[in-house]
Structure formats: structure tokens, C-alpha cells
């Protein structure tokens, strides 16, 4: 039984998930092959990511290779209601909506993990960690998980580094064919596709704060250039600083960016990353965005001590008012290419999601035989989802001779 707002979108929804898989040609050649090997025939799958047109037709594609799919957002407004009423009139089955409380969101998690999965795609690491403190009964026929994020592999490692992880994990956002696209070009533009909807402002000629310069923060000021905007990075990492540097941007600490910038990004995987002393400083009409996992970034409870006054200035953006300035937040601090947009590019999401389908293949294949750590996706899964999407763009490379590979793999 299903858990969603209204199923009378369905229409909608599946005119979402038409419109992405004629855009993901690499998920469509892996879901006609697995279609008739059926690799997940009798397995129930669990998954926690951004419920959207493109997560629900990796759904599909799971559901199609035999598997019985239980799928829950991993983030309470990133969730399509018309896309999850789409899915359970597939056959899935859902527990989301868009705009779940923090007990709703809670309860939505439990009803996934209670459909009792052999495999798991997690999205931050909510999913595994309710799995190990509230049902650590259902840990024993859990063959594994794939997670989806840089903040799901923090908490993991975490986990593993105290010995409390009980099931293998692949780290499918360290897989060249997720990080270096996904991340960097897929939150590039969507993040800045979520901030120009919310605002429907102009990006040239302003200067744009990214705040933390990992390869989704690459992204967003690589795009934030391309729009005309100036860009500020501030980091801790001294070598990802000299890095930003030498890509052109202007790097110096946020304390002495909160004055210059109209647009703030967070984008660091960790909590706090803007705070009171910046909000003091900050320009009156600056907006403040988060593009990390979790809404922690951005410190809203001392945003809102601050202020007189908090009211809707649009849709999406709530007005903070003090100290006879507005301070502009986007989508309560939640990821704002999600929240406030449809997240990454489909053909872009088409390499991630088939690394995400090959990762639980890997897993169920070798079960029994691997241990409960976090481990690398194999090299040649992400070669092979490189070498479907050169072949779906049409594309061919050159290939090393023989002697040329002897050469490479000689000492003398």
C-alpha cells in the first residue's frame, strides 16, 4: 500500500518520465539488456533519492529487470507528486510527497525499510542508518547498497570506521562517471537553474559566493561565470584553493565575502557553513542558497534570532528582515536545484542511474563475498557506462596497440 498525496496526477507524471528516458539513452540500453536477463528476479529493491522523473524511471528500469521496487524521497521538497502517483500506477510502490513534515518524512523511511529489501540505493544515508538503529533485524537479508552522495559517504565511512556498518556499500558518487558529471556539470547547471527560477533575476554583473570548492562546487562557479557573474570562492582545503584560484576566481575568507556577495551558494557537505557573522555583514537583498545534501548549511536558526520580521517574498523565497535590511533565503536551505527546479539534466542523471542499476548488479552477483565496508565501484563498470554514452553520442576514440600496452605495463 502506497503513501502519496494524490493519485489522480498520474497523467502528468508519466509525461515526465516519457520525456527523460528519450533522454538516457545509456539507462535504455542496460534496461533492454537486463530486461531479459531479469538479474533482480525475485529481489525487493529499496531506494531513497530525489523522487523526480528521472529517479522514477531508474525505478522502472530496477522493476523491469524482476525486481519488486519500494521507493521514498530523499528530501521532503524535492518530491513530485504527480511523478510518484506515475510509478504507483506502474506497480511501484511509494511512500513520499512533497512537503512531508520532519514526522512525515520519518515515517516514510521506516514504510520503505519495512517492505524488508535485499538491496538498497541511498541518497545521504538516511535510509541505512534508520536500517541499523531501528531494524537491525532485516540487516541479516540485506545483500548490500549503493549511495548516491558525498554526504551518504561521510556518514558511511563514519559508520565503518566505528565498526557499526553491517552491509557492504558501494561508493557509487566515486565512480569517475558520476563525479566528474554528475557533480560538476549536472549540479552546475541545475543549481543555477533552481536559483534564476526561484528569483527570476538576472546573474550578470553580479557576485556570486560559492562556498565550498569540491567538484560540485567547480560546477556551480564554472556555470556562474558562463551567466557573467563574478565569483568568490571560500574554502578550508588549501589545495582545492589554489585550484580555484588558478581557474579564476577570487578566493578569500567568508567572513570578508559575506559584504561583497548578492548570491550565496553553500555547497560544503558539512553544517554551518554561513552563519550569524556573515549574515551581519552580508548587503541588504543578498540570497542565500544551499546546494549541499542537508539543510544544515545554512543556519537558519540564527538567521531567523536575527530578524523582526520573516514573510513570503515569493513563491520559494522567504524574506528575512533586520537591521533595516533583507536577507533573501531560497527554499527553506534545501538543495535548491531540487527544491526549487527538476535537479540535473537527464543526460546527464543517465550515467549516474546506470552506474546506480550496475552497482546493485555488482552487489547481488557477489554476494557473500564481499565485506561490510564502503567499497569503490569496479573500474570497468564505469568504463562501460563511458563507453554507452560515447557510443550513444555517436562517438569513437582510438585504442592502445599491442605494443603500446606492453609498453605501458613494462619496467625495462
Known sequence: MSTIRNPNLAADG?????????????????????????????????????????????????QDSGAQVTITGSNPLSTQDDVAAALVADGLTVHSWHGATDEEYDEHLRKTLESKPHLIIDDGGDLVAMLHTRYPQLIENVRGGAEETTTGLIRLRAMAADGALKIPMMAVNDAYCKYLFDNRYGTGQSVWDGIMRATNLVIAGKTAVVIGYGWCGKGVAMRARGLGARVIVCEVDPIKAVEAVMDGNAVMPLTEAAAQGDIFI????????????HFLNMKSGAILCNAGHFDLEINK????????????????????????????????GRLVNLAAADGHPAEIMDMTFALQVEALNYLNSNHGKLPNDVMA???????????????ALGITIDELSHSQQCYLTSWN
Request: with cysteine; aromatic share 6%.
Open 14 to 62: 508519466k509525461l515526465k518520465i516519457d520525456w527523460v528516458k528519450e533522454h538516457m539513452p545509456v539507462l535504455n540500453e542496460l534496461a533492454a539488456e537486463y530486461r531479459e536477463t531479469k538479474p533482480f528476479s525475485g529481489l525487493r529493491v529499496s531506494i531513497c533519492l530525489h523522487l523526480e522523473a528521472k529517479t522514477a524511471y531508474m525505478a522502472k528500469v530496477i
Open 377 to 391: 565501484l569496479p573500474s570497468a563498470v564505469d568504463e562501460k557506462v563511458a563507453k554507452r554514452k560515447l557510443k
Open 301 to 332: 536558526k540564527e538567521l531567523a534570532a536575527l530578524s523582526d520580521v520573516k514573510r513570503l517574498a515569493r513563491r520559494g523565497v522567504e524574506a528575512y528582515e533586520f537591521d533595516g535590511k533583507k536577507i533573501y533565503l531560497i527554499a527553506e
Open 266 to 277: 553553500t555547497i560544503t557537505g558539512c553544517r554551518d557553513a554561513l552563519g550569524k557573522e
